[in-house]
């Protein structure tokens, strides 16, 4: 195992599961196809669609390989206890405001893979990240960006 594994709620980790599974079943079963109907077109170094169904089988071959190595070193985590509790966990939604700024940003905190519409993804081992793990509301965090020191207070934690 990595020595930061990609933390996963259970629900992400099952998404992946499902959809790898899709891909090398389904997925390649599709793709084979699309390249056979296109090689009965005739010339493969003239033929679109050839080529677009290869390109397709490559995306879907990297897209397989990720996977993979996602759930091979994941880590499945319950955010709902941490949440419950009130602190910063992988799969936790973090509001935080940045000291001098009125505005509130929302980050959810784990892989890109837990991505949710209107949120964008912290990763836990980000300066921020590690920064904003095991808090709580009302605690203020320092880290270090690239521009100096930051500090950002903690208003909200939710699933």
């Known amino acids: 195992m990595k020595e930061n594994p990609t933390q996963l709620t259970p629900a992400t980790y099952e998404r992946l599961v499902a959809e790898l599974e899709d891909l090398t079943t389904r997925g ?5 196809r699309a390249i056979e109907a296109a090689r009965a077109l005739g010339d493969l170094s003239e033929n679109g669609d050839y080529h677009a169904a290869k390109d397709a089988q490559g995306k ?7 996977i993979q190595a996602i759930l091979e070193d994941a880590l499945v985590v319950e955010s709902s206890e941490a949440a419950a509790g009130g602190t910063v966990a992988t799969g936790t939604v973090v509001s935080i405001c940045y000291e001098g700024d009125d505005e509130i940003e929302c980050f959810l905190v784990g892989s890109i893979e837990e991505r949710r519409d209107g949120v964008e993804v912290l ?9 904003l793990l095991g808090r709580a509301p009302g605690d203020t965090v320092e880290y270090e960006a690239p521009g100096g020191m930051l500090r950002v207070k903690i208003v909200d934690v939710g699933a």
């Open 60 to 66: 879907m071959e990297a897209r397989i390989r990720q």
């Open 123 to 131: 990763s836990p081992s980000s300066p921020l990240g590690q920064a």
């Open 28 to 32: 390649r079963v599709e793709i084979a």
